[in-house]
T-cell receptor, first 110, second 107 residues
Framework: NAGVTQTPKFRVLKTGQSMTLLCAQD?????MYWYRQDPGMGLRLIHY???????AKGEVPDGYNVSRLKKQNFLLGLESAAPSQTSVYFC?????????FGPGTRLTVL | GIQVEQSPPDLILQEGANSTLRCNFS?????LQWFHQNPWGQLINLFY???GTKQNGRLSATTVATERYSLLYISSSQTTDSGVYFC?????????FGTGTKLQVIP
């Protein structure tokens, strides 16, 4: 099992550009999450999904959209990137109460 | 929303020393997890512990849900224990992380 994987690992964007981050899990988990981590801070929940076709807002959803068209994939989109979205993005999945995290995507917006 | 506070924010230990990390939370929660973020950024599950005590090798954790705190004990620390320790609590499907305790274990 690969667990939770994230694509890409690194990305540099210019202000106003768009991009999609892909999270994939092979554990058949129902729940998936997107977080961002800023320097010196814990993780903050952006959006989450409790099953295929469902999404919900977390703590800091503004500027992001998500889709869960397939159970194993959870996509995070930035329609018009801003420097404030420079961060490390983590995806997680869970079945029950234990979350398993991907390796992260480091995004820089210039 | 729920507040999660961790203490201390920073900790330096000599290899072989013991330590206790604390996590306080402001409301009743469905569950609580402890994570270790290693120096390469990877988040590793340590414990799922909504209440009671668990042990895994040199690590153990205790959560007293009625008093809204959890403790993580590290015994005989090793340099590989270095990194940031987070607690995370869940109410419904929303998860809130604390700001972490940064641990450095020196040889």
């Amino acid at each position: 099992n690969a667990g939770v994987t994230q694509t890409p690992k690194f990305r540099v964007l210019k202000t106003g550009q768009s991009m999609t981050l892909l999270c994939a899990q092979d554990m058949n988990h129902e729940y998936m999450y997107w977080y961002r981590q800023d320097p010196g801070m814990g993780l903050r929940l952006i959006h989450y999904s409790v099953g295929e076709g469902t999404t919900a807002k977390g703590e800091v959803p503004d500027g992001y959209n998500v889709s869960r068209l397939k159970k194993q994939n959870f996509l995070l989109g930035l329609e018009s990137a801003a420097p404030s979205q420079t961060s490390v993005y983590f995806c997680a999945s869970s079945w029950g109460d234990t979350q398993y995290f991907g390796p992260g995507t480091r995004l820089t917006v210039l | 929303g729920i507040q999660v506070e961790q203490s201390p924010p920073d900790l330096i230990l000599q290899e072989g020393a013991n330590s206790t990390l604390r996590c306080n939370f402001s409301d009743s929660v469905n569950n609580l997890q402890w994570f270790h973020q290693n120096p390469w950024g990877q988040l590793i599950n340590l414990f799922y512990i909504p209440s009671g005590t668990k042990q895994n090798g040199r690590l153990s954790a205790t959560t007293v849900a009625t008093e809204r705190y959890s403790l993580l004990y590290i015994s005989s620390s090793q340099t590989t224990d270095s990194g940031v320790y987070f607690c995370a609590v869940r109410m419904g499907q929303k998860v809130t992380f604390g700001t972490g305790t940064k641990l450095q274990v020196i040889p």
